[in-house]
């Protein structure tokens, strides 16, 4: 679907009425708190919906409590097998390139920076995570699920965020909009989608058409459910690239909130590995997934060294997947490079954190991810 560019700049203007509403209620009643407090312990599906919240959250959550009419869930459950498969390649990019190419947008940073979340890293990588492994899912909106409680918070959460943000006087309206406008929501579904399918083949995964056209619808029925407009979502994966192409990129840059999110993103991953050896590692790895143009805005360390490294490591992934379908030892090798990283994730995201990362117990085998104890502050 063609775009023009007052379209696209009409949908900074634009925000979530339907979640708008709700904390607007919640905000002119004083119940902010009470319902946080409620909402944490609604995780999953099958949860009733709370009976002691105010009457505008519960119309909310039922609203919002099944998928849209147009979503067809056998093409759902069908990029379950691509992430069982490929889970922990999507984490791999998802941690070293989707997040570093949200923060090369300065507007999306600058709300990052408003809501004092540039030093909490963990957080936002074991939230962004959790999301994910909730949506990929073999049946993420039906039962045993529990992705349907995770987006309909995080479609309230966006809401808050637009509400707060919007009066602090360090917002500059006529300039940027609307906080979490809908071209933010649209552009960093993109980010997750088309550019996570982008990152894994940079770094020599495999991705056949049809598990990538998979992988962006159930992106795109996500977007409805995290209240983008139908309308404004590409149907195809090929109109969604060229979109990304437009919008995404057209709307990044250098910005010191991005500088210092990438920052302590990278801070974060070289804990991951021990002594000072391979700190040169994770900038490598990042710049091997984004354009070197973001690498450059958002001051991602060069290494020479490292580069040539992963470069070369990226190849051999290549010729790895190959021979992955009738090479035992082949994919033993692949598998293995994914579950170290995820596996150090899981351990660096619950070590004494409140946001915790879940991973079922499914996926757990298939990726081969020990259960890790939980350290709670």
């Given at each position: 679907?063609?775009?023009?560019?007052?379209?696209?700049?009409?949908?900074?203007?634009?925000?979530?009425?339907?979640?708008?509403?709700?904390?607007?209620?919640?905000?002119?009643?004083?119940?902010?708190?009470?319902?946080?407090?409620?909402?944490?312990?609604?995780?999953?599906?099958?949860?009733?919906?709370?009976?002691?919240?105010?009457?505008?959250?519960?119309?909310?959550?039922?609203?919002?409590?099944?998928?849209?009419?147009?979503?067809?869930?056998?093409?759902?459950?069908?990029?379950?097998?691509?992430?069982?498969?490929?889970?922990?390649?999507?984490?791999?990019?998802?941690?070293?390139?989707?997040?570093?190419?949200?923060?090369?947008?300065?507007?999306?940073?600058?709300?990052?920076?408003?809501?004092?979340?540039?030093?909490?890293?963990?957080?936002?990588?074991?939230?962004?995570?959790?999301?994910?492994?909730?949506?990929?899912?073999?049946?993420?909106?039906?039962?045993?699920?529990?992705?349907?409680?995770?987006?309909?918070?995080?479609?309230?959460?966006?809401?808050?965020?637009?509400?707060?943000?919007?009066?602090?006087?360090?917002?500059?309206?006529?300039?940027?909009?609307?906080?979490?406008?809908?071209?933010?929501?649209?552009?960093?579904?993109?980010?997750?989608?088309?550019?996570?399918?982008?990152?894994?083949?940079?770094?020599?995964?495999?991705?056949?058409?049809?598990?990538?056209?998979?992988?962006?619808?159930?992106?795109?029925?996500?977007?409805?459910?995290?209240?983008?407009?139908?309308?404004?979502?590409?149907?195809?994966?090929?109109?969604?690239?060229?979109?990304?192409?437009?919008?995404?990129?057209?709307?990044?840059?250098?910005?010191?909130?991005?500088?210092?999110?990438?920052?302590?993103?990278?801070?974060?991953?070289?804990?991951?590995?021990?002594?000072?050896?391979?700190?040169?590692?994770?900038?490598?790895?990042?710049?091997?997934?984004?354009?070197?143009?973001?690498?450059?805005?958002?001051?991602?360390?060069?290494?020479?060294?490292?580069?040539?490294?992963?470069?070369?490591?990226?190849?051999?992934?290549?010729?790895?997947?190959?021979?992955?379908?009738?090479?035992?030892?082949?994919?033993?090798?692949?598998?293995?490079?994914?579950?170290?990283?995820?596996?150090?994730s899981v351990r660096t995201l619950t070590n004494g954190q409140s946001t915790t990362l879940s991973i079922p117990e499914d996926l757990r085998g298939h990726w081969n991810v020990p259960t890790c104890p939980v350290k709670h502050p």
């Amino acid at each position: 679907m063609p775009y023009t560019a007052e379209q696209l700049d009409a949908l900074r203007l634009e925000g979530d009425p339907l979640a708008d509403a709700v904390i607007a209620d919640l905000v002119a009643t004083g119940q902010v708190d009470e319902v946080n407090a409620v909402l944490a312990e609604f995780r999953g599906n099958d949860t009733p919906i709370p009976e002691n919240l105010p009457e505008s959250v519960r119309s909310y959550l039922t609203a919002t409590d099944d998928p849209p009419a147009w979503a067809d869930l056998d093409r759902v459950a069908r990029a379950y097998e691509f992430f069982a498969d490929d889970g922990v390649h999507v984490a791999s990019v998802l941690s070293f390139g989707a997040m570093v190419n949200c923060y090369a947008q300065p507007r999306p940073s600058r709300v990052l920076d408003l809501t004092h979340r540039l030093n909490q890293p963990h957080r936002r990588l074991s939230e962004t995570s959790q999301f994910v492994v909730n949506l990929m899912a073999p049946n993420p909106f039906g039962s045993g699920g529990a992705f349907v409680p995770t987006i309909q918070k995080t479609r309230l959460i966006h809401a808050a965020v637009r509400h707060f943000v919007s009066q602090s006087p360090e917002w500059d309206a006529e300039r940027d909009g609307v906080p979490v406008c809908q071209q933010d929501l649209l552009g960093a579904l993109l980010i997750f989608s088309v550019q996570v399918l982008e990152g894994m083949r940079r770094i020599g995964i495999s991705v056949t058409e049809q598990e990538a056209a998979d992988y962006y619808y159930v992106w795109r029925v996500t977007g409805a459910l995290l209240g983008i407009k139908t309308d404004a979502m590409p149907e195809t994966l090929a109109e969604a690239e060229h979109l990304n192409a437009t919008l995404v990129r057209a709307s990044y840059g250098p910005s010191p909130e991005g500088i210092k999110l990438t920052k302590g993103l990278l801070d974060l991953y070289r804990d991951l590995f021990p002594g000072k050896a391979f700190d040169a590692a994770v900038p490598a790895m990042v710049r091997q997934v984004v354009d070197p143009d973001v690498a450059d805005w958002l001051q991602v360390p060069k290494s020479r060294g490292w580069t040539r490294a992963v470069g070369a490591a990226s190849r051999v992934m290549r010729w790895l997947e190959r021979r992955e379908d009738d090479n035992r030892v082949a994919r033993a090798v692949l598998d293995k490079a994914g579950t170290l990283l995820l596996t150090g994730s899981v351990r660096t995201l619950t070590n004494g954190q409140s946001t915790t990362l879940s991973i079922p117990e499914d996926l757990r085998g298939h990726w081969n991810v020990p259960t890790c104890p939980v350290k709670h502050p």
